[in-house]
């Protein structure tokens, strides 16, 4: 098993920028792609940015050019760097993590983290 835990989330003005981290404990070896996800409220979760083992990336059109997607191997950790925030990025924000390298691709990922709330408000 795996578990992620999320941390990194709050409160920012329009503009401003927040730095997610998702630790990963368990069986880590099992774990190649890595993505994160978000859910507004009244909205599906929807795919932001996915990450394969060896760091290829990918990202929605949404997020193009203001977040980036990193993972730290050594330390177990997955970033994601969210800048120019606004107000349409508020939701909660989910890690995962599969065994396959591009599970994110096609939205089926093995484990989960819980979430946690960012909220882009003046």
């Known amino acids: 098993q795996v578990q992620l835990v999320e941390s990194g989330g709050g409160l920012v003005q329009p503009g401003g920028s927040l730095r997610l981290s998702c630790a990963a404990s368990g069986n880590i070896n099992s774990i190649n792609g890595m993505a994160w996800y978000r859910q507004a409220t009244g909205k599906e979760r929807e795919l932001i940015a996915g990450?394969?083992?060896?760091?290829?990336?990918h990202y929605v059109d949404s997020v193009k050019g203001r977040f980036t997607i990193s993972r730290d191997n050594a330390k177990n950790t997955m970033y994601l760097q969210m800048n120019s925030l606004k107000t349409e990025d508020t939701a909660m924000y989910y890690c995962a993590a599969s065994n396959g390298d591009y599970d994110w691709a096609r939205g089926a990922m093995d484990y989960w983290g819980k979430g946690i709330l960012v909220t882009v408000s003046s």
């Open positions: 990450i394969s083992s060896s760091s290829r990336t």
